[in-house]
Each structure stands twice: as structure tokens, then as C-alpha cells.
């Protein structure tokens, strides 16, 4: 079974600073995704960015973007000129390309903006 | 765009008790899931579907049930709440696709008292 690891239950940063999330995973699999989500106070599941396994370009998204070590199964997410409304749940998920599209989620990361 | 709704969004049960937690998804997509987070927690799978008329287990699918009548609905049912179901659940789906997002609902907030 495939586990994902994050090992910063908080994180603080200053506004318009870049701040780095942390995550790791265990797969015996070759083709999978990953995923960052958001998740505010709102309670709301908020997709942030994904990326394919098979692809080695690092996906990005605006200010949100990922550094992905498929050797390493590292997956972390880099969030530049942080914004207030970026305080939030970070979760980062595993999904297999094989069938079901099941999520495995880790336990998350609290992040605080410092104004 | 309704997306994924959930009903109720807040809920108290007593011990003992059932009730049904509802999901409808507009976007015709084939996979939905059920979702439960405990407090510093991420989400843990309960019971997904492939299909109407297709469900299966997952993590942690014990004092749970599910059914796919629909393609748009999936709703979730507690026959008998025990504490320990105390939980937020979130129901969510997609489509089998490339880029394979899954798009949640809000979130249920169940207590069992």
C-alpha cells in the first residue's frame, strides 16, 4: 500500500516570502499523480497543483510551484511572495494511474503567514 | 456550476442512532468517494465507486455503508453512530482523465453525543 509522508505538522513564513512544504511517499508504482491541496478554515478541499509521474518537467502554477525527485519519492511545494490568504491546511496526495483513482493523503501541513 | 453538494452540512447524532449523509455530483462523473478527516488529520478513504451499481471498500469502511443507484448520487449511511464516527466527511469525484483532479464537496460535520 502507498503511504504519504509529511513531516511538518506547522510551518510559518513572512509575507511575500517563499516558503517550502515538505512530502514524501512509498510506491512500488512507476505511473502515478500527486497533488497538493489547500484546505482553509472554510473547510473547502481546494486543488493547488499536480503533477505526473512520468512527466520530469516540475509543474507550476502561478505562485505555486513543485520540486518532484521521482528517485527520491519527494514532492514538495514551493509558494513564492506568500500571501495572507495563503494560511491554511496543506495536504499532499498520492494517486495510482492504475485503476480506482483512490487518494492517499498525509496528515498535513498548518501554514501561518506573518504579516 | 453546482459541482459536488453535500447535505446535511452540520449534524448531531446520539449513540445508537442512523442517518444517511448525501452526495449528488452534476459533472456526470463515473468515480465518486467517501472521505472521512479527524481532527490534524488528513482524509481517509472509506468507500469508493467506479460506477452505478459498483462499490467497494476502502481504509476504513467499518460502520459504514454506501450505494450507487445513480451516476449522481452516493450517499453514505451510519446504521448505528458510535463515537468514534465523530468525524468531518467529505464526498468528492472525478472523471477517469489525464490530469484526474477530484473535486470535493464542502464537508459534512457529524458529532455522535
Known amino acids: 500500500a502507498q503511504t504519504v509522508t509529511q513531516s511538518q505538522p506547522e510551518m510559518s513564513v513572512q509575507e511575500a516570502e517563499t516558503v517550502t512544504l515538505s512530502c514524501t511517499y512509498d510506491t512500488s508504482e512507476s505511473d502515478y499523480y500527486l497533488f497538493w491541496y489547500k484546505q482553509p478554515p472554510s473547510r473547502q478541499m481546494i486543488l493547488v497543483i499536480r503533477q505526473e509521474a512520468y512527466k520530469q518537467q516540475n509543474a507550476t502554477e502561478n505562485r505555486f510551484s513543485v520540486n518532484f525527485q521521482k528517485a527520491a519519492k519527494s514532492f514538495s511545494l514551493k509558494i513564492s511572495d506568500s500571501q495572507l490568504g495563503d494560511a491554511a491546511m496543506y495536504f499532499c496526495a498520492y494517486c495510482s494511474n492504475f485503476g480506482n483513482e483512490k487518494l492517499t493523503f498525509g496528515t498535513g501541513t498548518r501554514l501561518t503567514i506573518i504579516p | 456550476n453546482a459541482g459536488v453538494t453535500q447535505t446535511p452540512k452540520f449534524r448531531i447524532l446520539k449513540i445508537g442512532q442512523s442517518m444517511t449523509l448525501q452526495c449528488t455530483q452534476d459533472m456526470n462523473h463515473n468515480y465518486m468517494y467517501w472521505y472521512r478527516q479527524d481532527p490534524g488529520m488528513g482524509l481517509k478513504l472509506i468507500y469508493y465507486?467506479?460506477?452505478?451499481?459498483?462499490?467497494d471498500k476502502g481504509e476504513v469502511p467499518n460502520g459504514y455503508n454506501v450505494s450507487r443507484s445513480t451516476t449522481e448520487d452516493f450517499p453514505l449511511r451510519l446504521e448505528l453512530a458510535a463515537p468514534s464516527q465523530t468525524s468531518v466527511y467529505f464526498c468528492a469525484s472525478c472523471q477517469m482523465s489525464e490530469s484526474k483532479p477530484q473535486h470535493f464537496g464542502d464537508g459534512t460535520r457529524l458529532s455522535i453525543l
Open positions: 465507486s467506479v460506477g452505478a451499481g459498483i462499490t
